[in-house]
């Protein structure tokens, strides 16, 4: 079974980028699947950010497309998600989830609280 | 984007109550409903994918019904471990969008 695992850090300056990385256990980051990113500002709903498959082919949500680029480090058996010019809008907890049908996410990250402020 | 409207926000309801969460989507979505079960604290976890399949370990008081653009998520018998946050999400077109929540307080 597929394991996933946020990292990166938990405070980040407005205007500044938001790194994170997702570990990925129990499978290949190269198998045929989606590997998606998804946040939760304190206290209200789940937002999609976007997603990679293992070709590296994306999509992202347009709320947010001008500032995510996400990746995949094969060697690594990671993906990682960068979102620039961030203000405290972007307060959440992000987390990583995979799925083998698109948009159906049965294995999630325990989830990682990114706070931007100075 | 597909805009998906879940009602009620919040419910109260007592162990053993049937209780029954909506979601509808702006556009038609064919059978692209997902729901998530959502505990504080925690990452969301899925109980049903294409409108009515129950996943694996999920308890079968766990139902999903709906086609189109109205769908529902019931619990024939509420446990005291259903209090939690539920979402319906579609899968039909990206951004795979997700319903607003409802919080069920036991």
């Known amino acids: 079974q597929v394991q996933l695992q946020e990292s990166g850090p938990g405070l980040v300056k407005p205007s500044g980028t938001l790194s994170l990385t997702c570990a990925v256990s129990?499978?290949?980051?190269?198998?045929?699947?989606?590997w998606s990113w998804v946040r939760q500002p304190p206290k209200k709903g789940l937002e999609w950010i976007g997603e990679?498959?293992?070709?590296?082919?994306?999509n992202y949500n347009p709320s947010l497309k001008s500032r995510v680029t996400i990746s995949v480090d094969k060697s690594k058996n990671q993906f990682s998600l960068k979102l620039s010019s961030v203000t405290a809008a972007d307060t959440a907890v992000y987390y990583c989830?995979?799925?083998?049908?698109?948009?159906?996410?049965?294995?999630w990250g325990q989830g990682i609280l990114v706070s931007v402020s100075s | 984007d597909l805009q998906m409207t879940q009602s009620p926000s919040s419910l109260s309801a007592s162990v053993g109550d049937r209780v029954t969460i909506t979601c509808r989507a702006s556009h038609s979505i064919s059978s692209y409903l997902n729901w998530y079960q959502q505990k504080a604290g925690k990452a969301p976890n899925l109980l049903i994918s294409a409108a009515s399949s129950l996943q694996s370990g999920v308890p079968s008081r766990f139902s999903g019904r709906g086609s189109g653009t109205d769908f529902t998520l019931t619990i024939s018998s509420l446990q005291p471990e259903d209090f939690a946050s539920y979402y319906c999400q579609q899968s039909y077109s990206v951004p795979f969008t997700f319903g607003g929540g409802t919080k069920v307080q036991i």
């Open positions: 989830a995979e799925t083998s049908v698109a948009g159906v996410y049965y294995h």
């Open positions: 990679i498959y293992h070709s590296g082919s994306t």
């Open positions: 129990g499978g290949s980051i190269s198998s045929s699947n989606w």
